[in-house]
Nanobody
Framework: QLQAYGGGLVQAGGSLRLSCAASGDTFDDYAIVWFRQAPGKERKGVIGIIGRDGSAYHTDSAKGRFTISTNNAKNAVFLQMTNLQPEDTGTYYC????????????WGEGTLVTVSS
């Protein structure tokens, strides 16, 4: 199971740190992706990381502002967001999909980020 938390209300230019925690497993064999779903829009990937080696992948909107990392135990993933803008507003979800058989796929419940202008 995954649990995502850390959302909140922040002013434009502010920062937030989201967490995605796994219970009963580690992210060694998983890729973890953070998605954002803005109000009335489809869910879109923002940034991801490969648990085993820490390789990170960014969309253009995340580059230079968002950083993804894992803890040493590899049972939590963090999304550090800086210089937040109103267009970053949305519900953030983390997904963990297994890169080896049986290719399990987990989603955490969303955490709401609201950026005021």
């Amino acid at each position: 199971q995954l649990q995502a938390y850390g959302g909140g209300l922040v002013q434009a230019g502010g920062s937030l740190r989201l967490s995605c925690a796994a219970s009963g497993d580690t992210f060694d064999d998983y890729a973890i992706v953070w998605f954002r779903q803005a109000p009335g829009k489809e869910r879109k990937g923002v940034i991801g990381i490969i648990g085993r080696d820490g390789s990170a992948y960014h969309t253009d909107s995340a580059k230079g502002r968002f950083t993804i990392s894992t803890n040493n135990a590899k049972n939590a993933v963090f999304l550090q967001m800086t210089n937040l803008q109103p267009e970053d507003t949305g519900t953030y979800y983390c997904e963990a999909f297994e890169l080896i058989e049986p290719y399990r796929d987990y989603w955490g419940e969303g955490t709401l980020v609201t950026v005021s202008s």
